[in-house]
């Protein structure tokens, strides 16, 4: 069953003083850490461990989907398991580089496995003779290139600054309209904005048009969903929840009626949060 309750109440606002994301140093989500707050940015090495972070009263910042690839599933899997919920959300632009040392003979690009799906093309066509290997993160890519003069990374440009490499090729990417959304996570959500989003967790009952039902309750209200992704409980085979956004805030009276209809239509139903909706940054071109 999902790790929450159905529940329209907030938890106490703590003071924050630092931003939790994944390390090492160079990757997108240190990126969206920083532009999500000008607080310190502390680095961790697993999605684990900036839940831990979360659960202690710090933000937390995960990816948790790719214009591209689609959703990041381990944040999805450590939303429902756990009692934290989503207070805003970052938006930026995924532009791959190839770092390396100029003039070294590149034997294999190295890097984390979505970003070398996001520049398949590029790899299959500019570097078709050369081996790819995935690795833990696009900064682990950058810290192997940095000993190994054979190795090329691909990773954000930050990083060729941050291990002293140098940019081979830029905007490698296969669609250069590459956006990743990250989820700022804590212990609170945040008051109506007027320009909200809520995301919730939510399993059907066992029923022929449970889902319809379920949905109908959105469409009644001409309440606009934005995502609907189903995702394996991992309790048995076929069982699955389904992850939603729809415009709006969970404490506006519209969308706060068609929750409790909701939860007539639902086996369990865990609210993760209602959150200002984050610029587009290809909006601000």
């Known amino acids: 069953m999902l790790g929450g309750k159905f529940d329209f109440g907030v938890m106490p606002i703590l003071c924050l003083m630092v931003v939790v994301s994944l390390g090492p140093k160079g990757t997108f989500s240190e990126k969206a850490a920083r532009e999500w707050s000008d607080k310190k940015v502390r680095l961790e090495s697993s999605s684990e461990d900036v839940v831990k972070a979360v659960e202690e009263g710090e933000t937390g910042v995960l990816p948790f989907e790719n214009s591209l690839e689609g959703t990041v599933l381990r944040t999805v899997d450590l939303l429902a398991a756990h009692d934290i919920l989503i207070k805003g959300e970052v938006v930026i632009e995924i532009d791959h580089c190839l770092l390396g040392y100029s003039g070294s003979e590149i034997r294999e690009v190295v890097s984390h496995s979505q970003a070398l799906r996001q520049c398949r093309e590029y790899l299959t066509h500019e570097l078709n003779n050369i081996d790819v290997r995935a690795v833990s993160s696009t900064a682990k890519a950058v810290e192997l290139t940095k000993s190994e003069e054979e190795l090329a990374a691909v990773?954000?440009?930050?990083?060729?600054?941050?291990?002293?490499?140098?940019?081979?090729?830029?905007?490698?990417?296969?669609?250069?309209?590459?956006?990743?959304?990250?989820?700022?996570?804590?212990?609170?959500?945040?008051?109506?904005?007027?320009?909200?989003?809520?995301?919730?967790?939510?399993?059907?009952?066992?029923?022929?048009?449970?889902?319809?039902?379920?949905?109908?309750?959105?469409?009644?209200?001409?309440?606009?969903?934005?995502?609907?992704?189903?995702?394996?409980?991992?309790?048995?085979?076929?069982?699955?929840f389904f992850i939603l956004d729809f415009e709006g805030h969970r404490k506006d009276k519209k969308f706060k009626k068609a929750l409790v209809e909701l939860k007539n239509h639902v086996r369990d139903l865990k609210i993760l949060g209602s959150y200002p909706k984050a610029t587009n940054p290809q909006n601000k071109k």
């Open 155 to 240: 990773a954000p440009r930050e990083a060729a600054n941050e291990y002293g490499l140098d940019i081979l090729d830029e905007g490698i990417q296969d669609v250069k309209d590459n956006l990743t959304r990250f989820l700022v996570l804590g212990l609170e959500d945040c008051p109506p904005s007027g320009n909200d989003k809520t995301t919730l967790l939510f399993y059907v009952k066992d029923r022929p048009g449970s889902l319809y039902d379920s949905l109908g309750v959105f469409a009644e209200r001409d309440i606009n969903l934005t995502k609907l992704e189903s995702r394996p409980s991992r309790e048995k085979l076929g069982d699955y």
